[in-house]
């Protein structure tokens, strides 16, 4: 059982260090703003490294970790406060060494001096007994991190309020946090509402993201909240959370199976123009139908046929069917007055096969030649062959 750790606010700030740097300016004004998602995962990563230490101090022995957790929180403030205030220092030391490929993101460099000081007090029973490896260790841990949440013993702001401090100690290039000094009040005022690091909320409607001002643009180019133009270049803006089942569903330019899918034609098309696509591939779709109809004919016989029933078609009725059954009805109502398909050809030609060339056309397959004196046999239908 881990008793419930006393709550102890006193120790989180150190209000000496707070002074000292207001004095360091003199007379002049900081802009204290920072980046605030690090500040917060820097604050998030704090509790986990303590309840590590509690936990790796106490094992095997009579104590709990929640009886250490006062004790090594003020250990662990003082320990990564001064590594913070050293850190300047011992980079430009190491500056050039042989530890040079190490991560400088603040986050990487406080994470180690946790991990430092956690390993510091790991007691002689964690480091003999192979526990460190265990995932009992890690159950452990995680309980005791939630029990400190529950409790509320070391309080998110307390948390980011020494992470902040820690940052700016580390951050020597100013990419986390500004330092501008400011003469004046004013100055300062002025500043503040253009500072890099000014905190913004999302102005997309439903998003309540916060950020720093550095990291709008970033922000925006993922915002889900953001409304968009249709990827798919339709004319509607859609909400970028939305926009995969726009495009999926409701699309005009979703693509669709044509309509005569089913008997054949394996054209993908945008929704928005499958009208256009059985008027313009009427005799390709036709084509397809007979096929299915006359599975003796020929190719040439069904290019015949398709033809005839294209020349004795009233009006649009053929470009007008919209599916297999409707085109199968002006079809069957057609072949009633055109009589039964002759099969005249089907010896000489029957290696022929019509297919799709690559722009979406029935063509004869067959042998130029062939095709050609097949052209001149039937230079009447000549002139509509070619605007297949
Ligand atoms: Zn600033
Ligand atoms: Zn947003
Ligand atoms: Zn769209
Ligand atoms: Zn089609």
Redesign the pocket.
Known sequence: MIPPPMVDFDIDLNPERVEEERMEGGSMLYCDLCDTEVVHKLAQMLLPGLATSCVDSTTGSFKTPGSMAVDLRKEMIIYITQRSETFVAESIVLEGGPSGEESDHPFDIISNFVDDFAISKRNFFTRVSGMLLTDMREDKIDDFVQEMEITGFWPLDRRETIAEAILKNIDMKNEFHCAMKFGSAEDLADHAIHCNFRPLFCDNEGCNAKFIAKHLEKHDSICPFKIIP?E?K?S?NIMRRAMDR??ITI???RLVDCPFHSIGCRSAIAQCVVEKHCADDVRSHLWHLLKGMYKQASGEDLQRRVQQIVQASPGSRLAEARNVRSLNLVVKDIEAKLGPLELGSAKKNSAQTVVKNGDGKNVANGSEERTESYMESKSSEVNTQKSM
Do not use: E
Request: proline share 11%; with cysteine; net charge negative.
């Open positions: 249709c798919q339709c509607d726009h495009c699309c005009p330019m």
